[in-house]
T-cell receptor, first 114, second 109 residues
Framework: DAGVIQSPRHEVTEMGQEVTLRCKPI?????LFWYRQTMMRGLELLIY????????DSGMPEDRFSAKMPNASFSTLKIQPSEPRDSAVYFC????????????FGAGTRLSVL | SQQGEEDPQALSIQEGENATMNCSYK?????LQWYRQNSGRGLVHLIL?????REKHSGRLRVTLDTSKKSSSLLITASRAADTASYFC?????????FGQGTRLTINP
Protein backbone atom coordinates (compact mmCIF):
# COMPACT_ATOMS: atom_id res chain seq x y z
CA ASP A 1 0.00 0.00 0.00
CA ALA A 2 1.27 3.51 -0.79
CA GLY A 3 0.16 4.92 2.52
CA VAL A 4 -1.73 8.16 3.01
CA ILE A 5 -1.10 10.45 0.06
CA GLN A 6 -1.31 14.21 0.37
CA SER A 7 -0.99 16.85 -2.30
CA PRO A 8 0.53 19.24 -2.84
CA ARG A 9 3.60 18.81 -0.66
CA HIS A 10 4.24 22.54 -0.67
CA GLU A 11 1.91 25.42 -1.36
CA VAL A 12 2.83 29.10 -1.46
CA THR A 13 0.00 31.52 -1.98
CA GLU A 14 -0.94 35.10 -1.38
CA MET A 15 -3.30 36.30 1.29
CA GLY A 16 -6.90 36.16 0.14
CA GLN A 17 -6.43 33.28 -2.25
CA GLU A 18 -8.29 30.00 -1.97
CA VAL A 19 -6.22 26.99 -0.99
CA THR A 20 -7.26 23.36 -1.43
CA LEU A 21 -5.37 20.54 0.20
CA ARG A 22 -6.02 16.96 -0.86
CA CYS A 23 -5.77 13.61 0.83
CA LYS A 24 -6.13 10.00 -0.22
CA PRO A 25 -6.41 7.70 2.80
CA ILE A 26 -5.22 4.12 2.97
CA UNK A 27 -7.64 1.81 1.20
CA UNK A 28 -9.99 0.15 3.66
CA UNK A 29 -9.55 2.72 6.40
CA UNK A 30 -12.83 4.21 7.52
CA UNK A 31 -11.63 7.19 9.56
CA LEU A 32 -9.84 10.26 8.27
CA PHE A 33 -8.31 13.09 10.25
CA TRP A 34 -7.02 16.54 9.33
CA TYR A 35 -4.39 18.12 11.59
CA ARG A 36 -2.48 21.36 11.61
CA GLN A 37 1.02 21.63 13.07
CA THR A 38 2.76 24.84 14.07
CA MET A 39 5.64 25.59 16.38
CA MET A 40 3.42 27.65 18.65
CA ARG A 41 0.39 25.39 18.95
CA GLY A 42 1.82 21.97 18.17
CA LEU A 43 -0.37 19.38 16.47
CA GLU A 44 -4.05 20.29 16.44
CA LEU A 45 -6.92 18.14 15.25
CA LEU A 46 -9.09 20.16 12.89
CA ILE A 47 -11.77 17.68 11.87
CA TYR A 48 -12.32 13.97 11.50
CA UNK A 49 -14.61 11.76 9.46
CA UNK A 50 -15.98 8.28 10.06
CA UNK A 51 -17.32 6.49 7.00
CA UNK A 52 -17.15 9.78 5.06
CA UNK A 53 -19.31 11.61 7.62
CA UNK A 54 -17.85 14.54 9.59
CA UNK A 55 -17.97 13.62 13.26
CA UNK A 56 -16.16 16.41 15.05
CA ASP A 57 -15.20 19.72 13.48
CA SER A 58 -14.73 21.58 16.72
CA GLY A 59 -11.08 22.12 15.88
CA MET A 60 -11.77 24.01 12.67
CA PRO A 61 -10.55 27.51 13.49
CA GLU A 62 -13.18 29.52 11.65
CA ASP A 63 -15.63 29.57 8.79
CA ARG A 64 -12.83 30.14 6.33
CA PHE A 65 -11.97 26.47 6.77
CA SER A 66 -14.07 23.69 5.29
CA ALA A 67 -13.50 19.98 4.72
CA LYS A 68 -15.25 17.42 2.60
CA MET A 69 -15.05 13.72 2.06
CA PRO A 70 -17.13 12.87 -1.00
CA ASN A 71 -16.07 9.23 -0.98
CA ALA A 72 -13.96 6.78 0.97
CA SER A 73 -10.83 7.47 -1.02
CA PHE A 74 -10.65 11.26 -1.12
CA SER A 75 -10.89 14.28 1.15
CA THR A 76 -10.19 17.98 0.77
CA LEU A 77 -9.46 20.76 3.20
CA LYS A 78 -10.20 24.20 1.83
CA ILE A 79 -9.23 27.60 3.16
CA GLN A 80 -11.00 30.57 1.64
CA PRO A 81 -9.81 33.26 1.93
CA SER A 82 -6.36 32.34 3.21
CA GLU A 83 -4.48 34.48 5.74
CA PRO A 84 -0.80 34.57 6.77
CA ARG A 85 -1.68 33.01 10.15
CA ASP A 86 -2.86 29.91 8.29
CA SER A 87 0.75 29.14 7.42
CA ALA A 88 1.49 25.71 8.87
CA VAL A 89 2.00 22.08 7.97
CA TYR A 90 -1.29 20.30 7.40
CA PHE A 91 -1.43 16.56 7.90
CA CYS A 92 -3.99 14.02 6.90
CA UNK A 93 -4.18 10.69 8.72
CA UNK A 94 -6.36 7.63 8.41
CA UNK A 95 -7.21 4.71 10.64
CA UNK A 96 -9.27 1.57 10.59
CA UNK A 97 -11.08 1.51 13.94
CA UNK A 98 -12.25 5.03 14.76
CA UNK A 99 -9.85 7.15 16.81
CA UNK A 100 -8.85 4.40 19.16
CA UNK A 101 -6.94 2.80 16.37
CA UNK A 102 -3.45 3.54 15.19
CA UNK A 103 -3.33 6.50 12.85
CA UNK A 104 -1.27 6.57 9.67
CA PHE A 105 -0.07 9.97 8.61
CA GLY A 106 0.65 11.44 5.23
CA ALA A 107 3.81 13.42 4.57
CA GLY A 108 1.95 16.70 5.03
CA THR A 109 1.41 19.86 3.05
CA ARG A 110 3.55 22.84 4.01
CA LEU A 111 1.43 25.94 3.43
CA SER A 112 2.89 29.42 3.29
CA VAL A 113 0.49 32.32 2.96
CA LEU A 114 2.29 35.55 2.08
CA SER B 1 -6.48 21.88 25.12
CA GLN B 2 -3.83 19.23 24.91
CA GLN B 3 -4.15 16.07 26.92
CA GLY B 4 -0.57 14.82 26.91
CA GLU B 5 2.41 16.80 28.09
CA GLU B 6 5.86 15.47 27.26
CA ASP B 7 8.92 16.01 29.37
CA PRO B 8 11.60 17.06 28.63
CA GLN B 9 10.89 19.33 25.67
CA ALA B 10 14.33 18.59 24.29
CA LEU B 11 16.90 15.90 25.02
CA SER B 12 20.41 15.52 23.64
CA ILE B 13 22.47 12.40 24.33
CA GLN B 14 25.42 10.47 22.94
CA GLU B 15 24.93 7.57 20.59
CA GLY B 16 24.66 4.34 22.50
CA GLU B 17 23.10 5.91 25.58
CA ASN B 18 19.52 5.34 26.64
CA ALA B 19 16.87 8.03 26.17
CA THR B 20 13.85 8.39 28.41
CA MET B 21 10.87 10.59 27.65
CA ASN B 22 7.86 11.12 29.86
CA CYS B 23 4.25 11.92 29.19
CA SER B 24 1.60 13.07 31.64
CA TYR B 25 -2.09 13.32 30.91
CA LYS B 26 -5.17 14.58 32.70
CA UNK B 27 -8.18 12.37 32.17
CA UNK B 28 -8.93 8.66 32.02
CA UNK B 29 -7.80 6.90 28.87
CA UNK B 30 -8.46 3.70 26.98
CA UNK B 31 -4.98 3.59 25.52
CA LEU B 32 -1.88 5.69 25.03
CA GLN B 33 0.24 5.74 21.91
CA TRP B 34 3.71 6.99 21.07
CA TYR B 35 4.62 8.42 17.67
CA ARG B 36 7.88 9.56 16.08
CA GLN B 37 8.26 12.43 13.64
CA ASN B 38 11.40 12.88 11.61
CA SER B 39 12.12 16.37 10.36
CA GLY B 40 9.86 17.29 7.46
CA ARG B 41 7.87 14.08 7.67
CA GLY B 42 4.56 12.85 9.01
CA LEU B 43 4.14 11.09 12.32
CA VAL B 44 4.82 7.37 12.50
CA HIS B 45 3.19 5.13 15.07
CA LEU B 46 5.64 3.37 17.39
CA ILE B 47 3.69 1.58 20.06
CA LEU B 48 0.28 1.44 21.74
CA UNK B 49 -0.26 0.51 25.37
CA UNK B 50 -3.73 -0.19 26.72
CA UNK B 51 -4.95 1.12 30.04
CA UNK B 52 -4.84 -2.35 31.60
CA UNK B 53 -1.19 -2.84 30.62
CA ARG B 54 1.76 -1.60 32.66
CA GLU B 55 4.67 -2.24 30.34
CA LYS B 56 5.21 -3.05 26.69
CA HIS B 57 8.28 -3.73 24.58
CA SER B 58 9.00 -3.38 20.90
CA GLY B 59 12.58 -3.90 19.81
CA ARG B 60 14.66 -1.20 21.52
CA LEU B 61 11.55 0.57 22.80
CA ARG B 62 10.04 0.10 26.22
CA VAL B 63 6.88 1.87 27.26
CA THR B 64 5.43 1.99 30.74
CA LEU B 65 2.05 3.23 31.86
CA ASP B 66 1.00 4.25 35.34
CA THR B 67 -2.70 5.06 35.27
CA SER B 68 -2.72 6.02 38.95
CA LYS B 69 -0.22 8.77 38.21
CA LYS B 70 -1.61 9.42 34.74
CA SER B 71 1.83 9.12 33.24
CA SER B 72 3.76 7.12 30.69
CA SER B 73 7.40 6.83 29.73
CA LEU B 74 9.17 5.85 26.55
CA LEU B 75 12.65 4.37 26.85
CA ILE B 76 14.86 3.97 23.79
CA THR B 77 17.83 1.76 24.58
CA ALA B 78 21.20 1.84 22.82
CA SER B 79 20.28 4.96 20.88
CA ARG B 80 21.40 5.47 17.28
CA ALA B 81 21.80 8.58 15.15
CA ALA B 82 18.69 7.50 13.24
CA ASP B 83 16.64 7.88 16.43
CA THR B 84 17.01 11.66 16.15
CA ALA B 85 13.42 12.87 15.85
CA SER B 86 10.54 14.33 17.80
CA TYR B 87 8.50 11.93 19.91
CA PHE B 88 4.86 12.46 20.79
CA CYS B 89 2.50 10.74 23.13
CA UNK B 90 -1.16 10.61 22.16
CA UNK B 91 -4.09 9.84 24.38
CA UNK B 92 -7.50 8.75 23.27
CA UNK B 93 -10.34 10.78 24.67
CA UNK B 94 -13.78 11.80 23.41
CA UNK B 95 -13.27 9.49 20.41
CA UNK B 96 -10.20 11.27 19.13
CA UNK B 97 -6.46 11.28 19.73
CA UNK B 98 -4.90 14.28 21.40
CA PHE B 99 -1.18 14.78 20.95
CA GLY B 100 1.27 16.42 23.30
CA GLN B 101 3.84 19.01 22.27
CA GLY B 102 6.53 16.39 21.85
CA THR B 103 10.10 15.80 22.94
CA ARG B 104 12.82 16.68 20.48
CA LEU B 105 15.52 14.01 20.76
CA THR B 106 18.98 14.53 19.33
CA ILE B 107 21.49 11.69 19.21
CA ASN B 108 25.06 12.90 18.90
CA PRO B 109 27.54 10.61 17.13
Amino acid sequence: DAGVIQSPRHEVTEMGQEVTLRCKPISGHNSLFWYRQTMMRGLELLIYFNNNVPIDDSGMPEDRFSAKMPNASFSTLKIQPSEPRDSAVYFCASSFAQSRGIQYFGAGTRLSVL
Amino acid sequence: SQQGEEDPQALSIQEGENATMNCSYKTSINNLQWYRQNSGRGLVHLILIRSNEREKHSGRLRVTLDTSKKSSSLLITASRAADTASYFCATEGAQKLVFGQGTRLTINP
